[in-house]
């Protein structure tokens, strides 16, 4: 052995922890994670079969069910494009740019994560309500936000726009902005820059954001709440209907809808593992790239061939 390697060796004992420290924490991890993940995910598929599968889908069956889903989907459909544009252009506004009042902008992102969902959905129902500032003027245009569909996307949306940017910021701060310049100076316009650059360099933190994005809305409750007014078969989204099903004893139909929940999480959560591991991967990537790399030469090779074409 080396004179060299023993104080590499000597530095690994000394940060390596007792085999029963390792032990006592894989087990506490375990446990932790058996009863408050493994457990209940097994009871809601439990309950929502006690009466077999029959009982199952005649639950899944019911018109109100249905009108529960279709309006979950509706809300989710509307939120996560809008949230994928706005998260998009604010990330590439933060991360790319210097410009005054972008501490402010970064703050309207955190913005829903400070704010309880019931105070967002309070808000509007305060803005939009019969008796709210732009109320008498809603009702005069037979204008319906509050108890209806609008102000559930609304809700869905407020609380469901951090997530894409959120995702987005500290993937293109580690990128940087080295290989946009480059576009610019071999003549791509800012649209190709972003299409053929940018978009390729975020495409698995951008699809992070969406899973997210898309997990949150239609399982969010609190906000969509307060603006429903839990009319059911018409502003009942799958959450409402779960907890209208369970507050009259329909418990078998109850967790029937909300296996449907519980079936889009662990299918999030696969799609997002997968996002995660590529996302680490682009920054290892991006760490162990050489400084001294030309950049120019790697930019020119994604470039498609309009970007010769404009530029000539």
């Known amino acids: 052995m080396s004179a060299a390697s023993k104080p590499v060796r000597r530095a690994q004992a000394g940060t390596t922890e007792a085999a ?5 924490l894989l ?6 994670l058996f009863l408050f993940l493994v457990l209940p995910l097994a009871a809601v598929f439990t309950e929502a079969f006690r009466k077999g599968a029959g009982a199952y889908f005649e639950a899944l069956r019911e018109p ?12 989710t459909s509307i939120a996560v494009p809008l949230n994928l544009v706005f998260g998009v252009a604010a990330a590439w506004a933060i991360a790319k740019y210097e410009f005054w009042g972008k501490s402010f902008l970064t703050t309207l992102v955190d913005l829903p994560f400070s704010v309880s969902p019931v ?4 808000v509007y129902v305060l803005l939009f309500g019969a008796h709210g500032w732009f109320g ?27 997530f894409i940017a ?23 316009t800012g649209w190709q820059t972003f299409w053929h650059v940018t978009l390729p360099n975020i495409k698995w933190g951008l699809l992070y954001g969406v899973i997210l994005t898309n997990a949150r809305a239609m399982g969010e409750f609190g906000a969509v709440s ?17 907890e209208i099903l369970y507050n009259e004893y329909q418990s078998v139909a109850a967790f029937a809808v909300a296996s449907l929940l519980a079936i889009l999480a662990l299918v999030t959560l696969v799609i997002k593992s997968v996002a995660e591991w590529r996302i680490e ?15 120019l030469a790697n930019v020119s090779a994604s470039l498609s061939a309009r970007v010769a074409v404009t530029a000539s």
């Open 281 to 295: 991967r682009e920054l290892k990537a991006i760490a162990e790239t050489p400084p001294e790399q030309p950049v």
């Open 20 to 24: 029963w420290v390792r032990t006592t």
């Open 64 to 75: 109100d069910a249905w009108d529960a889903i279709k309006l979950t989907l509706l809300a």
């Open 119 to 122: 105070v967002a959905g309070l």
């Open 226 to 242: 307060v603006v429903s007014g839990h009319i059911r078969g018409q502003t009942n989204t799958l959450p409402l209907h779960v």
């Open 27 to 32: 087990s506490v991890a375990l446990v932790f």
């Open 136 to 162: 008498p003027w809603l009702q005069a245009h037979d204008l319906k936000i509050i108890f209806g569909v609008p102000g559930i996307v609304l809700a869905t949306i407020f609380v469901t726009f951090p």
């Open 166 to 188: 959120r995702e987005l910021i500290p993937l293109m701060q580690a990128q940087g902005n080295d290989e946009e310049q480059a576009a610019i100076v071999l003549g791509a």
